[in-house]
């Protein structure tokens, strides 16, 4: 590390404010649900509809999702296995503030690499983060298309496309797995919202 000297000389500063204090107060935990799958399988679709569906019930809730963030914050980054990693690792950072401050936070991104969503992972605390695979037969993402996205990885004007031309590892222990191939939208988001009332992340 180029300023492991300075490093050294970084301290943390510790908050008045504790979590169980926001817990109280906001009566719901912050956590972060972690939507990870291939493109089109359905990751924004589920994250902005429970976004929807806690604000609705007062629970602060807020989506981070991959292709915003990459208009912003990780805009000089591409999709080469290295860009991808530092792409999970500031967005999980940027995640962890969220989760801090007391929010429900989605971070829906391909994430394509169990080491680097492990990684992601080891930032929080046991239970704050909730590993979601949003599952769905390449075949039906393809066919789905949203974004014509496919169709330019096959001509090939698209390289190092997730299912394509680079590889996506899915999950071995998610928290959650949704089969968007067989549910509607409202049964996959309804699927969370039901880990989140069974696990207490909602108190009511
Ligand atoms: N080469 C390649 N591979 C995969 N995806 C591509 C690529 N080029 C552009 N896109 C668009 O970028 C979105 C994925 O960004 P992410 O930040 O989620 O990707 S990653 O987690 O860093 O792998 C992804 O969004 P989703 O379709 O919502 O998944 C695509 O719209
Ligand atoms: N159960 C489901 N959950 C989420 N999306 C679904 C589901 N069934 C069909 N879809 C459709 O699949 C597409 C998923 O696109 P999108 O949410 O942009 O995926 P991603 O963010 O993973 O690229 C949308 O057109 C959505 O309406």
Same mark, same amino acid.
Do not use: Q
């Given at each position: 590390m180029e300023n492991e000297t300075d490093q050294k000389h970084i301290y943390r500063q510790q908050s008045k404010v504790m979590k169980s204090d926001r817990y109280h107060r906001n009566r719901h935990k912050g956590c972060i649900i972690w939507l990870t799958g /291939?493109?089109?399988?359905g990751k924004s679709s589920i994250s902005f509809e429970i976004e929807r569906l806690l604000f609705e019930r007062n629970v602060s809730a807020y989506v981070l999702d991959g292709d915003n963030l990459r208009h912003g914050l990780?805009?000089?980054?591409?999709?080469s296995a290295d860009d991808r990693r530092e792409n999970i690792r500031r967005s999980a950072e940027a995640a962890k503030l969220f989760v801090d401050a007391g929010i429900i936070t989605l971070l829906s991104l391909i994430s394509p690499y169990r080491v680097d969503r492990d990684a992601a992972r080891a /930032?929080?605390?046991?239970?704050?983060f909730i590993e979601v695979?949003?599952?769905?037969?390449l075949d039906v993402c393809e066919q789905r298309d949203p974004k014509g996205l496919y169709k330019k990885a096959r001509t090939g004007e698209?390289?190092?496309?997730?299912g394509i031309s680079a590889p996506y590892e899915p999950p071995l222990q998610p928290e959650i797995v949704i089969q968007t191939d067989s549910q509607t939208l409202i049964e996959s988001a309804e699927q969370i919202m039901q880990y989140l009332r069974t696990y207490q992340y909602l108190q009511d």
């Open positions: /291939l493109s089109g399988s990780n805009r000089d980054l591409g999709f /930032l929080f605390e046991a239970g704050d695979y949003v599952k769905c037969p698209i390289r190092e496309f997730t």
